[in-house]
C-alpha cells in the first residue's frame, strides 16, 4: 500500500512538481494550497508525512504555525519543511518545533526522495512491523481437503479479487477468521492492513470510538479502526455483537465509505473492504430486533459457511499433521508420526470446540510428551475425552466388560456393533470410504450394518 503524503504549498507548479516526482516512487500523493486545505485533508485522514513549504501566501496560518497546529492535533506525524534559499533560520526554528527535518529550494528530486524516505521509515517499519506480527502463529493456507473445505477455497480465491463483501458463518473456532485474512492476502489488498474488529471483546460503550476514532472540540483525533484499515480489509467478527447504534454507523460506511469520528463532525473518507463473521444465526437475530436486516443484506453479498469439524471429519489428520508440525518445530524436535490408533480416536471424536479444540489437543500433546516418546503420538498419549469412544472398545473398556458375560456369539456382535459405529462416524457416515477403511465390500457392510440393526447409518456423499 502506498504511503500517503499531502503536500502543502501555494505554488501549484512546485505542488504539481513535487507529487509526480512522489508519484513516480510509488508514494501516493495528496495536495493543499494553504492551511486550511491542508487541516482539512489531515482530518480526513492521516497521512504518512507532511511536506511543508514555510512561506505559505494568501494562508490563514503561515507555515510554521500550521506546523504548531499540526503537531499540536497529531505529534506523531512526521512533517518535513521545504524553505526558501538563504532561509537556513526559518528552516532551524522549524525543527526545533518538531519537524522532521528541511530542504532548501532550489532542491533536488533525488535529494527530497531521500530525506522523504527518511522521514517515513519509522512509519514504513511500523507498517512492516504489524505486518510481520500479523503473520505469526498465523495460519497461510486453509487446510484441510473435504469437500466442504476445498469449496471454500475455490469460492474465496474467486471472490478475492473482486471485492465484494463477504460474511463467513459457522460455529465458534471453526476458522472463519482464517478464511477472511486468505481473502484479504489473496486480494489485490494483501500489502495494506488487516483490521480486526470484535465486538464481543468490547464494552458496546467503547465499540464506537474504538471503530470510528474520536475527535474533540479543539480538533484532536485519534483514529480508529476503520481509518488504521484504510486501503485494506476490516474483519468484523461476531457481528451480532455489535450494538444496534454502532450497527446503523457500519451502514452508513458500507453505503458511502464515510464517517464521522465519535465527538466529530467532519467526514471521514476510507476505503476499506468488509469481511464480517457470525456464528450465531443473524435470521434469529434479526427476528428478535438485535440485527439490522438492512445491514445483513448489505454484508452477506458473498455468503461462506465453515461446517463444524464433525461435519468434515477426514480433514482432521491433515489439521493434526499440521499442527503436530508447528508445535514440534517450537520445541524443536522433529515432527512425530501420527499412530494409526489416535488418527482413528481423533477422528471419532466430535470436537465440540472445533479446530481450536484440536490444535489446542495437538499442542498440549506435543508440549507434555516425554521425551522418550516424541517420535510417535499413540492413542493412548490423548486426553481422557478424546479416547472416551475407543476405551468403550479397549480390552477392559466399558463395551469389552459388558460382553464378557455372554457368549460368543452375542459378544462378538456387541462388539461388530461398537465398532462398526465409531468407524461410520469417523467417515462422517460414509458407508464407500469406511468399507474400504475397514476391508470390506460396500454391499457386505450394508447387509452386515442391516443384521446388527444399525440401517440408520446413511450413505452420505455417495
Ligand atoms: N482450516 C484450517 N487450517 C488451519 N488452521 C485452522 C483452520 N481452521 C481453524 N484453524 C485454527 O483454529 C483456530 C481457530 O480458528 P479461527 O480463529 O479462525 O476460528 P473462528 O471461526 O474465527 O472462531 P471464533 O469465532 O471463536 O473466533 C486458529 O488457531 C486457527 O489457526
Given amino acids: 500500500m502506498a504511503l500517503d503524503v499531502l503536500i502543502v504549498d501555494d505554488e501549484k507548479d512546485i505542488r504539481e512538481l513535487v507529487a509526480g516526482v512522489l508519484e513516480d516512487e510509488g508514494y501516493a500523493p495528496r495536495t493543499a494550497a494553504n ?41 506523531s506525524l512526521p512533517v518535513l519543511v521545504i524553505s526558501g534559499h538563504g532561509n537556513i ?34 512509519e514504513r517499519l511500523r507498517r512492516e512491523n504489524a505486518h510481520l506480527k500479523a503473520q505469526i502463529g498465523q495460519e497461510d493456507e486453509l487446510t484441510g481437503q473435504s469437500a466442504a473445505i476445498n469449496g471454500i477455497r475455490a469460492t474465496l480465491k474467486r471472490v478475492a479479487p473482486t471485492g465484494s463483501r463477504v460474511l463467513i458463518s459457522g460455529p465458534a473456532g471453526v476458522g ?34 474504538e471503530l470510528f476514532g474520536l475527535e474533540d472540540a479543539a480538533g484532536m483525533t485519534r483514529a ?41 463532525q467532519r467526514m471521514v473518507k476510507v476505503d476499506v473492504r468488509v469481511v464480517s463473521a457470525s456464528s450465531r444465526n443473524l435470521a434469529d437475530e434479526i427476528a ?47 515432527t512425530p508420526a501420527i499412530a494409526n490408533e489416535a488418527i482413528a480416536a481423533l477422528q471419532a471424536y466430535d470436537w465440540p470446540g472445533n479446530v481450536r479444540q484440536l490444535r489446542n489437543i495437538v499442542e498440549r500433546t506435543i508440549i507434555m510428551a516425554p521425551g522418550d516418546r516424541l517420535a510417535t ?15 468403550r472398545l479397549a480390552p477392559g473398556g466399558e463395551a469389552s466388560r459388558s460382553i464378557m458375560g455372554t457368549p460368543l456369539r452375542e459378544a462378538r456382535e456387541t462388539f461388530e456393533r461398537e465398532y462398526l459405529r465409531v468407524q461410520i462416524r469417523r467417515f462422517s457416515g460414509n458407508i464407500s470410504r469406511t468399507a474400504t477403511f475397514i476391508g470390506m465390500e460396500r454391499s457386505a457392510l450394508h447387509r452386515k ?10 450413505d452420505e456423499g455417495e
Avoid at 526554528?93 to 519509522?122: H, M, N, Q, S, Y
Fill in 449 to 458: 450394518l442391516k443384521t446388527l440393526g444399525l440401517v440408520e447409518a446413511r
Fill in 89 to 122: 533560520d526559518t528552516a532551524v526554528a522549524a525543527v526545533r518545533r518538531g519537524a522532521a527535518d528541511f530542504i532548501e529550494k532550489p532542491f533536488e528530486a533525488e535529494r527530497l526522495l531521500l530525506l522523504v524516505a527518511r522521514a517515513t521509515e519509522t
Fill in 288 to 334: 428478535a430486533g438485535r440485527f439490522r436486516e438492512d445491514l445483513y443484506y448489505r454484508l452477506n453479498v458473498v455468503p461462506v459457511h465453515l461446517p463444524p469439524l464433525s461435519e468434515r471429519r477426514e480433514d482432521i489428520p491433515p489439521l493434526t499433521m499440521h499442527f503436530a508440525t508447528r508445535y514440534a518445530a517450537e520445541r524443536r524436535v522433529p
Fill in 224 to 264: 480508529g479502526l476503520l481509518e488504521q484499515a484504510h486501503g485494506g480489509t476490516l474483519f468484523l467478527d461476531e457481528i451480532a455483537d455489535m450494538p444496534l447504534t454502532a450497527q446503523a454507523k457500519i451502514l452508513r460506511v458500507l453505503t458511502d465509505q464515510s464517517f464521522t469520528r465519535v465527538g466529530g
Fill in 377 to 391: 503420538i499413540d492413542a493412548d498419549m490423548l486426553p481422557p475425552e478424546v479416547l472416551s469412544d475407543q476405551a
Fill in 176 to 209: 472463519k477468521e482464517v478464511a477472511a485474512r486468505l481473502l484479504h492476502n489473496w486480494s489485490p489488498r494483501a500489502a495494506a492492513p488487516f483490521v480486526v474488529v470484535s465486538a464481543a471483546r468490547m464494552t458496546p460503550e467503547r465499540v464506537e470510538e
Fill in 35 to 75: 492551511s486550511d486545505e491542508a487541516l482539512n485533508a489531515i482530518t480526513e485522514r492521516r497521512p504518512s508525512l507532511v511536506l511543508l513549504d514555510v512561506w505559505l501566501q494568501g494562508s490563514r496560518l503561515d507555515g510554521l504555525d500550521l506546523l504548531d497546529e499540526i503537531k499540536r492535533r497529531d505529534p
